[in-house]
């Protein structure tokens, strides 16, 4: 389903002549496919939807660290592509929870797991990609979990 819509969003972009949103989205494409080939390597069959939003997760922490090196090094018109290119990427994923829904689900894992302390940690941030996945940030919720546990 999502590569259906960012390949309909390619032809889209190409109609529209929206060269911005058309490169970014062949750039998605592309690291897709890199993905579906690693993991076709190790024999597993190719990302579902959750794995897919994992990546585009990815790809955006990547143009956030670029925008902040950009912003740092003064070059003010490279930051502001990253930042539309974040902008693009960013439109297929799904809403992205509050720091009071993170914390209700960090709880209801821990329950879930029955997490007693900090070996448990791996369970409970396993159970939550598995339910949240693009929908979170997952390295604000290791820490909130670490909390959440004790550690």
């Known amino acids: 389903m999502l590569r259906e819509n960012i390949n309909n969003a ?3 972009a190409m109609k529209a002549k929206d060269e911005r949103k058309l490169s970014t989205l062949r750039m998605v494409n592309s690291t897709i496919k890199n993905a579906d080939i690693d993991a076709r390597g190790q024999g597993k069959p190719p990302l579902s939807d ?5 990546v585009l997760q990815k790809m955006i922490k990547q143009r956030h660290e670029a925008v902040e090196l950009y912003d740092k090094g003064g070059r003010a018109e490279l930051a502001a592509a990253e930042r539309e290119e974040i902008a693009v990427i960013s439109a297929y994923l799904p809403k ?3 720091d ?3 914390k209700a689900a960090i709880a209801a894992a821990v329950t879930e797991t029955g997490a007693a302390g900090m070996k448990d940690m791996g369970k409970v941030i396993a159970v939550l990609r598995g339910k949240y996945a693009g929908q979170m940030d997952f390295g604000k919720a290791s820490g909130l979990v670490k909390t959440a546990l004790g550690g």
């Open 96 to 98: 992205q929870m509050s």
């Open 100 to 102: 009071d829904e993170v």
């Open 50 to 54: 959750g794995e897919l939003l994992g």
């Open 10 to 12: 390619v032809k889209q």
